[in-house]
């Protein structure tokens, strides 16, 4: 991703790092037969919590607020461990060449403990559409903000949606970002029925709330859009925007122009489980911003596979150059999460986080990651190869 293909590449790595990129062999250089060397993939944003979910809930091209109710439903039931799903959802990034995980989370930082990849970083969900209640979550935030730290978990924070979250309490939350140097990540301009909530206070989302006795009719001025977020989420150190399936021009001229430190997710399969209009990614793309991919969950999506999405991608926009997408899953993705130091591009002096996926001898190379179906054979964590149990 820094450079063109490498042919007979050699990687040189002492202990967790990279130390040279070559085509000359040593004596006691390991041989990986016909394969693509690739950076351990970026995953930036998913929901393991959802992991145990053998298929996406509800019916393709529902209303987003309905599936919300099901994930709502889902969450709640009294058989569900969220810790076994985020350890089954973890293993099944790993076995998929994902080393680096931007999660959402709404769970005890133990929940990660199975975690063998180089980078999580956990965003801690935030929910709280009431003014009243807006120093309590804060504070709540802050105490899981502490516990994650002591696990030596890597933080951030997750304002959910503008369904969920007060712009007072966005506010706030952004100002404890800026405090501590967290990322923000937060779901925006997803849906019409979102749309229509912040620019008419009207609609099924204003009917979800009211039934969950979460309806503040003052919370959100008339003629609200997603660029009023975006503002405020640009105070932040780092933004992500989750999502994004309608962003309108000049909010994506506001992105492009804060670029150094906002980026849009993508989220192919979900945004096509749920039908959306076709998602604004060559406008979003001319525009300078930064588009990185994400497999959102299984409440919404078949599997947790970042090579699957790019594949989707490849598949869905053939005009687009295969490096480019490429880069969405590597490369972008790091920079998003603020680790372009540590991953993204095999590089002396990065992590040594490598996925081997097999292509034929002489074959293109890209074509075997984006045309092809072949699985990871081979993923290495900071310089160790991963063992997978079968």
Known sequence: MAGPPLADGVITIDGERIV?????????TLDLGDVVLLPGLVNAHTHLEFSDCSKPLGQPGMALPEWIRQVIGTRHRADRDPSIAISQGLAESLRSGVTTVGEISTTSPSAYATFQGSQLLAFQEVIGFSAARCDSVRSDLEQRIEAGIKNNLSMGISPHAPYTVHPDLLRGLVDTATKRNLPVAMHLAESREELELLEHGAGPFQELLTDRSMWDAEAIP?????LDYLRVLAKAPRALVIHGNY???EEIEFLAINRDRMSVVYCPRTHAYFGHDPYPLAALLAAGVRVVLGTDSRASNPDLSLLNEMRFVAARFPELPAETILQMGTAL?????????????????KLADLVAIPCPAGGNPLAAILHGNAEPSLVYVRGQEIMFSH
Do not use: H, I, N, S
């Open 20 to 28: 040279a990129l070559g085509t000359t062999a040593k004596a006691d």
């Open 222 to 226: 008339p003629g609200t859009t997603p």
């Open 247 to 249: 962003l309108r021009a």
């Open 333 to 349: 993705g790091a920079e998003a999460l603020g680790l372009t130091d540590e991953v993204g591009t095999l590089a002396p002096g």
